[in-house]
């Protein structure tokens, strides 16, 4: 048998030959020609191509044996050959191993290596997935001599059957928040998979519901997946499940878990959040008869615990209606209860026993709920109050505006037994001299049983004769308005549903100029001709009284000013008092009458000037004082008036 290193040599040799014949002319043949034979009648020799370095590829099992077939479970070697040109080993040559990344990955993961003293390089290769499966190629590439060789080898993936070891619990029952460990296998063939790491999924019921901890994945360690449980108040037995991709069969185990005992129970809310419900059949504006309480039961560890009936008792016994005597704790170790007010107002508690039972020996425990009051039933009429901030308004000849009021009324309402009535009770306002209210709502829904409008001065200032018609001059209890120039009759009113609860005032429209004065209760003066006074004592103060009325007969408005002013021969010792107060309409004989039905006589302000005479003292000749009293009203009207004093010695 000839090798082809025997055949590369004896081409050499024939080739010599023929060249050697060639420079000799060659046996009778022509000269110059390679041949062979007499008479130039040889063949031509052959062309000879040389030999190349060659890769070759193999596989071998963990146990050394060939095979191309690939699992999880049983990794390869890929193994490659590098010669030379005359078939002997080459060292140190690098090989690149290539193949489908989605069948097979390399160790190391560049997947070159270096070919050794006998001109193997190698790679381990193992599955790219226990699901991968199908088959591939193996590419080895070297460069040798400046030249690229490859070489090529097939091999197949078969998808790796993995199962699990029973799930192991280093303690298999534990008591509240106590913890065990979490262990188990993962297996190929009955042996445990340490060829590569495989996450396995922990999962539980109680950890689902947050009354427990566990981590949710574990990734193995030489073949084994462990974690810690933890208990959060479970107090449930509770299947813990494993599961992993690749393994068909999840495992589970049974942890027995004692529950947690209770240590307290809280009083969470109550609704109405104010804590207050109305007088059985009163109703109101977003007021209600029952209230709703939550309790909250507590464990040991201070978190909420589940399935634990409740009692409830109201204290003092009998005030409300207790609707629901008992409950059970749900998930969030909550229990509700509700009571209805009685006809009655009152304050009361519901109380919450957690009452004692065979398995928990302890004591009942207990809390009460806030204080909570049964009150605020519809208005009556002996508790409406209206009253207005200020009542003599410079409105006769001066309009207030849209965004400045002239004065703002205030209305109280109160139920039966004196408390304010429900937040939102609306009430109306109506007048008939101005305006009063806002564009959107002709009055205002109560807070803490009142509210307030603004009121400014406009057209109409003539009143009419219960114009417009309103509960408080038209029906039971009603009084017909005040039909006196300038004064304004205002109506507020409400009702319960079935009766109509009313109050009403009055307001002046006064004129900002002094038009009408009188001295000492008597006199109308002149703003023309001097008002005379005396002879009077030059050594004794003089002491007189004027009333300040508009062109109405009624008071000058709230805030004018009164002075005495441009005096000779005099000095001012006071004006008392010198601004115009707030004055509510009343009757001839003083009494107030904020209703404006009894309104009689002059309505104006009453002022006491203090003058003394400028002369020595005691007084050795007679003297006479001038001055004028000036009135100036808020928006600036002036009304002045002159007087002359004469000042005599005794």
């Known amino acids: 048998m000839t090798t082809p290193h025997s055949n590369y040599l004896k081409g050499g040799a024939a080739l010599a030959l023929a060249m050697a014949l060639a420079a000799c002319g060659g046996g009778g043949g022509n000269p110059g020609a390679v041949g062979g034979g007499a008479g130039g009648n040889a063949s031509p020799v052959p062309p000879v191509t040389p030999l190349a370095p060659t890769v070759s590829i193999g596989f071998v099992d963990a146990g050394g044996q060939s095979s191309n077939t690939l699992t999880g479970a049983t990794p390869l070697t890929v193994r490659a050959l590098v010669r030379d040109p005359a078939g002997k080993p080459l060292p140190n040559v690098l090989v690149s191993f290539a193949t489908d ?44 001599g400046g030249a690229t060789v490859t070489s090529e080898s097939n091999y197949s993936v078969g998808a790796t059957a993995l199962s699990f070891s029973a799930l192991r619990l280093s303690q298999a029952s534990i008591p509240a928040y106590g913890s065990t460990e979490v262990s188990l296998d993962v297996l190929a063939n009955g042996a445990k998979y340490t060829a590569q790491q495989v996450v396995v999924k922990f999962s539980s019921a109680c950890v689902a519901a947050g009354k427990a901890t566990l981590v949710a994945t574990s990734a193995t360690n030489n073949g084994t997946a462990q974690a810690v449980y933890r208990d959060q108040g479970c107090g449930n037995n509770d299947v813990i499940t494993a599961t992993a991709d690749g393994v068909a069969t999840p495992a589970s185990a049974t942890l027995q878990i004692a529950p947690p005992a209770a240590a307290s129970v809280q009083f969470v809310s109550a609704v109405p959040n104010d804590k207050s419900i109305v007088i059985q059949g009163q109703g109101g504006i977003n007021r209600t008869e029952t209230a709703t309480l939550r309790f909250r039961v507590f464990d040991i560890f201070d978190r909420p615990l589940v399935g634990q009936r409740v009692d409830f008792s109201v204290a003092p016994a009998g005030a409300v209606t207790l609707n629901k005597a008992s409950d059970t704790t749900d998930q969030n170790g909550e229990v509700i209860t509700t009571v209805n007010s009685r006809s009655s107002p009152t304050t009361f508690r519901v109380q919450a026993t957690l009452p004692q039972t065979a398995t928990a020996n302890r004591p009942d425990i207990s809390t009460t709920s806030d204080s909570i009051v049964v009150t ?57 001299m101005g305006a009063i209210g806002s564009s ?35 029906g039971a209890g009603a009084s017909p308005d005040a039909t006196r120039r300038g004064v304004a009759t205002i109506c507020a009113s409400t009702t319960d549903g079935v009766e109509t609860q009313f109050a009403k005032s009055a307001v002046f429209f006064s004129g900002g100029f002094a038009d009408n004065v009188f001295l000492n209760g008597g ?113 600036g009207a002036v009304t002045s008036y002159p007087f002359r004093v004469t000042f005599s010695c005794p």
């Open 101 to 144: 990344a989605e069948l097979a990955v390399f160790s190391p993961t560049a997947g070159t290596s270096l070919s050794d003293a006998s001109g193997n390089a190698s790679v381990t290769m193992r599955t790219a997935s226990l699901a991968a499966g199908g088959a591939g190629k193996v590419t080895a590439t070297a460069v040798i």
């Open 376 to 432: 605020t039933g519809l208005p009556v009429q002996r508790s409406v109050s209206l009253s207005v901030g200020t009542a003599n308004l410079e409105g006769w000849s001066f309009d207030s505006g849209p965004t400045t009021p002239a004065t703002t009324f205030n209305i109280l309402l109160a139920d039966g037994f004196g408390n304010p009535v429900a937040d939102g009770t609306p009430v109306v306002f109506q007048t008939n």
């Open 440 to 474: 959107n709502k002709g009055g205002c829904n109560t807070l803490n049983g009142g509210c307030s409008v603004d009121f400014r001065t406009q057209n109409p200032r003539e009143p009419q004769p219960n114009t417009p018609a309103t509960p408080c001059n038209t």
């Open 523 to 635: 006199a109308q003066l002149s703003k023309v001709v001097a008002t005379a006074i005396g002879p009077v004592p030059a050594d004794d103060p003089l002491v007189f009284t004027l009333q300040l009325n508009d062109l109405n007969l009624n008071p000058l408005p709230a805030g004018s000013t009164v002075a005495v002013t441009g005096i000779a021969n005099g000095n001012v010792v006071g004006v008392v008092p010198d601004i115009v107060p707030n004055i509510f309409p009343h009757n001839k004989s003083g009494a107030d009458d904020p209703t404006g039905n009894t309104v009689d006589g002059n309505q104006g302000s009453t002022h006491r000037f203090t003058i003394t005479s400028a002369g020595q003292k005691p007084c050795t000749a007679g003297s006479v004082a001038t001055f004028d009293v000036t009135v100036t009203s808020p928006r």
